[in-house]
């Protein structure tokens, strides 16, 4: 029975290093800017904020940055993909993340969510976990 413990010990970490690994070729294969930090890997914001369709606008006072994810917005004759006509109210909603410089909360429309490693300023850009691209940010981009 302890084998059994240990050998799933043993293939659950390979999983895990294969991921970050993978995630970090991802995104310099993706032209994202990366550098590190205590020894975790972190993405250039802006560039992934470029990439994804997202506004981005920073806020020197609270020191933080504000993404805005919008997709194109139909009027209400238009047919949505599955062929059916949209309600009067329904239009795809907009998707909003907020970070600041040294905290490790983030805000995802609305919520909060925590971060293993606080977004970094380096060379005048901000710096954020792959989680912050590949967890919240991405997924906006498939919105139709």
Do not use: H
Not at 14 to 25: E, N
Not at 32 to 52: C, F, H, P, S, V
Not at 58 to 87: A, F, I, P, T
Request: net charge positive.
């Amino acid at each position: 029975m302890g084998k059994s413990k240990s050998g799933k010990m043993v293939m659950m970490t390979a999983v895990l290093v294969l991921s970050l690994a993978v995630s970090g070729i991802a995104g310099a294969a993706a032209g994202i800017t990366t550098m590190k930090k205590d020894g975790m890997e972190l993405m250039n914001l802006r560039q992934a904020a470029g990439m994804y369709g997202y506004s981005i606008e920073w806020n020197s006072k609270d020191r933080s940055v504000s993404l805005v994810y919008m997709d194109k917005m139909m009027d209400d004759s238009k047919m949505m993909d599955d062929g059916e006509m949209m309600d009067d109210g329904m239009k795809p909603a907009g998707k909003m993340i907020k970070v600041w410089i040294g905290s490790k909360k983030i805000m995802v429309d609305g919520k909060n969510v925590n971060l293993n490693m606080a977004p970094a300023l380096y060379d005048g850009s901000t710096y954020v976990v792959n989680t912050v691209i590949a967890d919240y940010m991405k997924p906006a981009k498939d919105m139709k």
